[in-house]
């Protein structure tokens, strides 16, 4: 059973950090690529970020210079820290597999002004 598992998520007031964890299992994690995305009430799902199993990263323009994605591929675990907290950062963040567009089933995020 292919399972992946966010957590990490919580309140946090503007301008903080929060660091998520997106734990795979049944599935050879080392040699896919990961994404980050998120999605707010009434809003389209947004991504925020991949990883590629080698370790390179992109950004969507929103996050850019603030969110870090890294992966620890002996803990099967990939990682999404988030500093300078904004409100408009407030939403459901999910992390997939990319080759199979696989889902978590997210973690929330909630930025006070």
């Known amino acids: 059973q292919v399972q992946l598992v966010e957590s990490g998520g919580g309140l946090v007031q503007a301008g903080g950090s929060l660091r998520l964890s997106c734990a795979a299992s049944?599935?050879?994690?080392?040699?896919?690529?990961m994404g980050w995305y998120r999605q707010a009430p009434g809003k389209q799902r947004e991504l925020v970020g991949t990883?590629?199993?080698?370790?390179?990263?992109n950004y969507g323009d929103s996050v850019k210079g603030r969110f870090t994605i890294s992966r620890d591929n002996a803990k099967n675990t990939v990682y999404l820290q988030m500093n300078s907290l904004k409100p408009e950062d407030t939403a459901v963040y999910y992390c997939?597999?990319?080759?199979?567009?696989?889902w978590g089933q997210g973690t929330q995020v909630t930025v006070s002004s």
């Open positions: 997939t597999i990319l080759k199979y567009n696989f």
């Open positions: 049944g599935v050879a994690f080392n040699i896919n690529s």
């Open positions: 990883i590629t199993s080698g370790g390179s990263t």
